[in-house]
């Protein structure tokens, strides 16, 4: 398996109950999705589906799955908004094995398929945590995109124009959508991710995701 994945196997096993396994053989079912598109998936979302894919869960927005993949104007959608007002994908035919992703099948808004992807788990992790995890972990329900979340992750949200003190915190990464961007964050540690969504650079919201106790402690005293 591909080393572009490395990032993403770190994240599973710090906020999640398992690490990310050795991908599974998924020959026969890779030969029908692909012979269904009428085209060969690049190498890297042929890794994506065997690491990742039968883990992965939507909470609000949706990851394909391997058995129902959806074209749009020839562009592969990857993660698809709850209520389709946008969408990010790759173009099938599109040159190399980690093709670039585009919103809405035209603006370039990352270089590599797997980095996309990446971010999208962790973007994906943060929303849940902040809404389903505010008063903690619960075995029954607290299955996020990856799976059973980690005994002491929990998570909150801050209304605009309340904004998390970022001075100590390094980007991870940003992403246009449509009409907006988002902004994720982490600490020093990594144990802390917050994520900002801003239109025409005022803040809206933030979420914030905590992977220890004592990081949501510290936490809750950078806003009180």
Known sequence: MSERWSTLRAFCAAWYREPLAEPEDLTAELAAAEAELDAKLPSALREWFQLAGPRVMSFQDAFPELEALELSGGCLRLLTEVEEQWFFGV???AA???PPVLLNGEQQVFERASAFLTFAVQWQTVLFVAIACTEGVD???SHATLGLLG???RGFELDAPERYPSQALQLVGELPESGGTLRLLRDEASETLVL???RNGELLGT???TRTSDAYQRALAQVG
């Open 207 to 209: 979420m914030i995701a």
């Open 139 to 141: 075995d029954d329900e």
């Open 196 to 198: 900002e969504s801003l």
């Open 151 to 153: 005994v002491e992750v």
């Open 91 to 93: 173009e099938l035919g």
């Open 96 to 98: 190399g094995a980690d």
